[in-house]
């Protein structure tokens, strides 16, 4: 039975859409989670699942918080997270989700802006950084820690602190009674990134997102067969909707990645059917596959002849045009050597995925054409789609029988969208947030009182296909008054595998330049064809090696005007990460953040006439 055999128009709030899934299919597998200390994957049904989350009601309930307390969930994704989730919406409250690897004082200050009534967290020794700030924090009542035992679990400090064993002790025969949440109760107050600035608590109701739930159905169906794996954090509403809510509704199964670091070898010990992803996941296997290839002529000439054909197939079948240069006089030998080329190269990379994924979706950010090309060519189902938190999330989305990988598909049935002022994407629809938390101001500035949401982002809408150009605010001026969208630079930049990440700078400058973080496998490859020392710092400011980094930027540029090339370049090897504060916990750039880390790089990039490799 799939989605679209079930009625889901009665069903109006996130405790309903659990209860009923629990009726529906009580023996199904709901959860499948690697247990460390057995050493094996661990798998619950539907009603275990149910019981499960009873328990932490319970626990919950005894508390005695008021309605819609809020209730922060400092965990990595898991059964924990999930529990105290389910738990916080069945008794009214609202769940404050946080990225297990942000840094302290960004979750002190989430704590103290949504007056946190409980804090859940993974160690002791997380919640005593958070402490150690001095932030004050008046309504948090408890802090509950799951790594510790009871005995472990120190005493002193400003809140009271708990073991989890301790806390669901707690609530052992509590009837745990409470008025159910409404459509218009919170479901979540969710904080944007932060690429800017502070971040800003997006309050999504019970009926945004079950609206959006109801809507992705109508476009990508999974079935009570289809396995999810989760890996993107849950505090991301891509993968709360997309990966957790929505896998609720059909009844499908999800596994809990062991860690990103653990990602490749759960893609195959899972085998998962669905992929829910953004596309730093697809750009690191695909430049792992670009490294893979520059050992052997002959394994890229046959990987490349697998590509072409397989991307001409694809087209063929979505009806796309063919750019120029992808046609060949030979295209009519593709139904017979694309059997052979698929069982020698496309069914190795797809195994990489474990080798049963028929729906992988990317969303979060600009997937590069590139990397789609490549997987689509190679048989994997890639669907691009587009969304932002306060629209709980998705927008638009590809499906598999209608999927352009140049833009992000259509808008998603009851959702609206037109172009504003600047051609600015708008959205109106059930799924459009209630507003910001406490910023009433905020909420104005993007907030029509008609409905229509500002995205802040520059779109094309042709034959209801929206193409995203880029974040307004973003786009690059040059002191010529020439406009360029980083994101798009960026992204065609790091197809090549020397560059691991790639910052585009040049607001109210003379030309574009860049900072790039280089791949360590490929700066020794290009060191050594260059003849310099790799493990000195000071090559990377050798003119032969930054002419030879912007020759290679040129070629992936190729398709920009040519004011958009980069001429002058900062060359790096310390990678941009969430720990280092130089990337969202979403694995977006920090720009404001890079700007300030590399301002002084910048000055000298510009000082004097520009070169072809820069002044650094």
């Known amino acids: 039975m799939t989605a679209t055999d079930i009625d889901f128009s009665t069903l109006r709030t996130l405790p309903e859409l659990l209860a009923f899934r629990v009726a529906r299919s009580p023996q199904a597998d709901a959860y499948r989670e690697f247990d460390a200390g057995a050493g094996r994957w661990v798998t619950l ?7 499960r989350f009873a328990q932490w009601r319970q626990a919950l309930a005894a508390m005695g918080l008021p309605r819609q307390a809020s209730i922060a969930i400092l965990l990595p994704n898991g059964l924990d997270a999930v529990s105290l989730d389910q738990a916080a919406l069945a008794l009214g409250h609202v769940p404050v989700p946080l990225h297990a690897l942000d840094n302290p004082g960004s979750i002190a200050y989430i704590l103290a802006d949504c007056e946190a009534a409980l804090l859940m967290v993974g160690s ?12 004050a924090l008046p309504a948090l009542r408890r802090v509950v820690v799951t790594g510790e035992a009871g005995a472990e679990v120190a005493t002193g400090g400003t809140v009271a602190v708990c073991s989890l064993a301790d806390w669901l002790a707690s609530g052992a025969g509590h009837a745990g009674d409470s008025l159910p949440p409404t459509a218009d109760d919170l479901a979540a107050i969710v904080y ?5 600035g502070k971040p800003k608590g997006v309050m999504l109701t019970h009926g945004n997102v079950v609206a959006n739930v109801q809507a992705i159905l109508a476009r990508v169906v999974p079935t009570l067969d289809d396995v999810f794996l989760s890996f993107l954090p849950l505090s991301h509403t891509f993968e709360r909707t997309g990966g957790y809510y929505l896998p609720m509704a059909t009844g499908s199964c999800v596994a809990y990645a062991r860690s990103v670091a653990l990602l490749a070898e759960d893609l195959k010990t899972v ?4 992929l829910v992803s953004v596309p730093r996941i697809y750009e ?26 397989g991307w001409r197939r694809f087209c063929r079948q979505q009806s796309l045009p063919l750019a120029p240069g992808e046609g060949s006089r030979w295209a009519w030998l593709d139904p017979l050597l694309w059997p052979l080329l698929d069982r020698l190269v496309a069914r190795t990379l797809r195994a990489q995925f474990g080798g049963r994924v028929r729906v992988a979706v ?6 590069s054409h590139a990397v789609a090309r490549c997987f689509l060519g190679l048989g994997l189902p890639l669907l691009q789609g587009y969304g932002m938190t306060e629209t709980s999330p998705v927008v638009a989305a590809n499906g598999v029988d209608d999927n352009d990988p140049a833009t992000v598909g259509r808008a998603l049935q009851g959702v609206e969208v037109r172009l504003g002022e600047n051609r600015e994407l708008q959205v109106r629809g059930p799924s459009v947030m209630k507003g910001y938390w406490k910023r009433p101001e905020d909420t104005a ?5 008609d409905g229509w949401l500002s995205s802040g982002d520059q779109a094309e809408i042709t034959d209801g296909r929206i193409r995203i150009m880029g974040r307004i605010k973003e786009i690059i001026v040059t002191s010529t008054g020439e406009k360029v969208p980083p994101g798009d630079l960026e992204l065609a930049i790091a197809v090549d595998p020397l560059f691991a990440q790639v910052l585009v700078v040049g607001d109210n400058r003379p030309f574009i330049a860049c900072v790039a973080v280089l791949n360590p496998v490929e700066w020794r490859r290009l060191a050594g064809a260059l003849g310099v020392d790799p493990d000195n710092a000071a090559s990377l400011r050798l003119p032969a090696v930054q002419q030879a980094a912007l020759a290679r930027m040129a070629v992936q540029a190729a398709s920009f005007p040519r004011y958009a090339m980069p001429r002058a370049v900062w060359l790096t090897l310390e990678p941009w990460t969430v720990e280092n504060a130089l990337m969202t916990p979403t694995l977006k750039l920090k720009r404001n953040n890079l700007m300030q880390r590399f301002s002084q790089a910048l000055a000298a990039l510009y000082e004097g006439p520009a070169r072809a490799g820069g002044s650094a």
Not at 45 to 51: N, P, V
Not at 124 to 135: F, H, N, P, T, Y
Not at 192 to 196: D, E, K, Q
Not at 445 to 449: G, I, N, S, T
């Open 45 to 51: 049904s539907w009603a275990q699942a149910g019981t």
């Open 124 to 135: 002791l020794a997380q919640w005593r950084a958070i402490e150690a700030l001095g932030v």
């Open 192 to 196: 944007t990134s932060g690429t800017t």
């Open 271 to 274: 085998r998962p059917t669905v």
């Open 284 to 309: 690191r296997v695909f430049a792992k596959l670009q490294e893979s290839l520059a050992a052997s002529p002959l394994k890229t000439r046959l990987f490349l002849a697998t590509q072409a054909v």
């Open 362 to 367: 990317s969303g979060g950010a600009p997937l």
């Open 445 to 449: 500035r993007v907030l029509a009182p």
